[in-house]
């Protein structure tokens, strides 16, 4: 693997880990690097200067990304199988096909079973870069498996039993078999502010609005590319 194809490779692998703890909370200080290289691609979409345009990426940073997804993804796609293959290099501990499964669905915004790098960037300017309601509305759409407006216990635990299987069984501290579900609870009791038994939207904003955690993990991002 050539030098230039490393580099690409290192500086994807950290967005996604970075992108990984972000979406579970687990995003500190410590794990903010702004070390990213920047430079300049040999052969860039047609819609550079368009991305540009509508996302919140410079050119630059664009050309970066780009080299990167076109050495993972040479057709300039990609399909969900290759999506959990690339992604489970980040976690060989654990199984993370389920939670790729949902990071997959939440990037292919045009449901045609395909990621391309317009999908991708277009992501990753909301996660990155985005405004706090523009971040946290990604997130809830992640969360809401089917679409229908709101969150669900059955389907916030299809979540965290995708987070703790990608995270494996030797982790430490061990995690005991019923966590997802305590983690379920807790959400739910935090989140479900007229107690209906779902998350709204609106009940999601506000509830990670006023949690310390999640703002200050949000803001932390913002260093990431």
Known sequence: MSQC????????TKVARYFYRFLTGTLTQDS??????????CHRPESMDKLEELTKFTKKELQVLYRGFKNECPSGVVNEENFKTIYSQFFPQGDSSMYAHFLFEAFD????????????????????????NDRLNWAFNLYDLNKDGCITKEEMLDIMKSIYDMMGKYTYPTMQDDAPIEHVESFFQKMDQNKDGVVTIEEFIESCKKDENIMQSMQLFDNVI
């Open 5 to 12: 194809r490393k580099r690409c490779r290192r500086q994807i």
């Open 32 to 41: 903010v690097e702004d070390d990213f290289e920047l430079s300049t691609v």
């Open 109 to 132: 915004t045009n449901k045609n079973g395909s990621v391309s790098f317009e999908d991708f960037v277009f992501g990753l300017s909301i996660i990155l870069r985005g405004t706090i």
